[in-house]
């Protein structure tokens, strides 16, 4: 099982997504990841194995539009090769894609 959260907010969604996320703590708890979307469009993606290092990636690295992921690992390990998103980058590709398990695509130019 996982937890998918989304928020966007006029300057810094850090606070909401930590509020959320305390809410959904029972989706998982291991494997983490986030992507922090600035103006621009310019994203950063962070990958933690354990909600501290989680946790500090989102409060030292502020954006206005955060997607987060934690989940329990159910058919691997709790490794860093196994956290989520996934980056699909290929220079064939149109775009570079980060990947969630579940629904959630993004596609950066």
Avoid: W
Avoid at 8 to 24: I, Y
Avoid at 67 to 91: D, G, Y
Wanted: hydrophobic share 40%.
């Amino acid at each position: 099982m996982c937890g998918i959260i989304f928020h966007q907010s006029k300057t810094n969604a850090v606070p909401e997504v930590v509020r959320l996320f305390q809410n959904q703590k029972s989706r998982g708890q291991n494997g983490f990841g986030s992507v922090l979307i600035q103006p621009g469009e310019e994203y950063s993606l962070f990958r933690a194995t354990t909600e501290a290092k989680a946790l500090l990636d989102l409060y030292m690295n502020k954006a206005p539009m955060i997607l987060f992921h934690h989940r329990i690992p159910t058919s691997t390990k709790n490794t860093m090769e196994t956290t989520h998103p996934i980056l699909v980058s290929h220079k064939k590709l149109m775009n570079d894609y980060l990947v969630f398990r579940g629904t959630r695509v993004l596609a950066f130019p």
